[in-house]
């Protein structure tokens, strides 16, 4: 998962074997998680408390 500073734009792609890492060209630039960083496994349901809920996602 890439984001873009341009029109609000972000790039998801698709992967047998994905990277599981999320990468910014808007600051914070760089990677901004990957294994085996901090807060990167388990959920984070909790940090978006308030939020709407997502049209057909299963559990939301």
Do not use: Q
Request: glycine share 10%; charged share 20%; aromatic share 16%.
């Amino acid at each position: 998962m890439y984001f873009f500073p341009k029109r609000a734009a972000f790039n998801l792609t698709w992967h047998e074997r994905p990277k599981r890492r999320i990468d910014s060209y808007v600051a914070p630039r760089g990677c901004l998680t990957r294994p085996g960083m901090e807060h990167h496994a388990g959920r984070h349901d909790a940090w978006y408390a308030g939020f709407p809920a997502l049209a057909g996602v299963a559990g939301a």
